[in-house]
């Protein structure tokens, strides 16, 4: 069973940057597929970028396509979520989560999750 735990949220004006690290312990992180999530206030989890267990193959929601990157390091046992040009529409909390099996945009087939990171963006 792998744990997770995000950090580097914080508040930053539209159009800066800022990187969300997501360290993994307690597994076999290179088995995993990992991904990043979103949460806004009174919406649903939604699916933001996933990348594969080997950090070769990647994918990004259309809303962030060409701002946002997700890379990971199997060395380190970390995921990063590289986003770029904020948007104030980019507030939300950031999971990153963790599956076995196939690959997946749905969160509900996640088994594991960290507690979340806020992101505000301010206009």
């Known amino acids: 069973q792998v744990q997770l735990m995000e950090s580097g949220g914080g508040l930053v004006q539209a159009g800066g940057s800022l990187r969300l690290s997501c360290a993994a312990s307690?597994?076999?992180?290179?088995?995993?597929?990992m991904a990043w999530f979103r949460q806004a206030p009174g919406k649903g989890r939604e699916f933001v970028a996933r990348v594969s267990p080997s950090g070769g193959v990647t994918d990004h929601a259309d809303s962030v396509k060409g701002r946002f990157t997700i890379s990971r390091d199997n060395a380190k046992n970390t995921v990063y979520l590289q986003m770029n040009s904020l948007k104030p529409e980019d507030t939300a909390v950031y999971y990153c989560?963790?599956?076995?099996?196939?690959?997946?945009?749905?969160?509900?087939?996640?088994?594991?999750w960290g507690q979340g990171a806020q992101v505000t963006v301010s206009s």
């Open positions: 989560a963790a599956k076995g099996g196939g690959w997946s945009t749905e969160a509900t087939h996640y088994a594991y």
């Open positions: 307690g597994g076999t992180f290179s088995n995993y597929r």
